[in-house]
């Protein structure tokens, strides 16, 4: 059992930056990948970046690179997205989500092999 609780989201301009927070709880030793992924109305969910616990090798959207930087906190057991350069596209519902089973290179930013997910935590950006 894992329980995940996300933080930091807010409404930002268009360039401007948020830090997204997710706290993680219960058997977290268990998780072979943690990850964020995004909603927006109407849309699947789509991942946006994950790090692997063993090696610490992370794993981004093209859709992201090089303005998402995703990061571990080990001694808080916190999980991070810090988010720059926001684009109006990046609206969504944002989620954290643990994996405890084996994911192959592909599909590390696909729902499917994540099986705790958090409540989300809302991000606009809007002018």
Not at 28 to 38: D, E, L
């Amino acid at each position: 059992q894992v329980q995940l609780v996300e933080s930091g989201g807010g409404s930002v301009q268009p360039g401007g930056s948020l830090r997204l927070s997710c706290a993680a709880s219960g058997n977290t030793y268990s998780n072979y990948c943690i990850g964020w992924f995004r909603q927006a109305p109407g849309k699947e969910r789509e991942g946006v970046a994950s790090i692997r616990t063993g090696d610490g090798s992370t794993t981004y959207a093209d859709s992201v690179k090089g303005r998402f930087t995703i990061s571990q906190d080990y001694a808080k057991n916190t999980l991070y997205l810090q988010m720059n350069s926001l684009k109006p596209e990046d609206t969504a519902m944002y989620y954290c989500a643990a994996a405890t089973g084996y994911l192959s290179w592909w599909s590390l930013l696909l729902t499917s092999g994540y099986n705790y997910w958090g409540q989300g935590t809302q991000v606009t950006v809007s002018s």
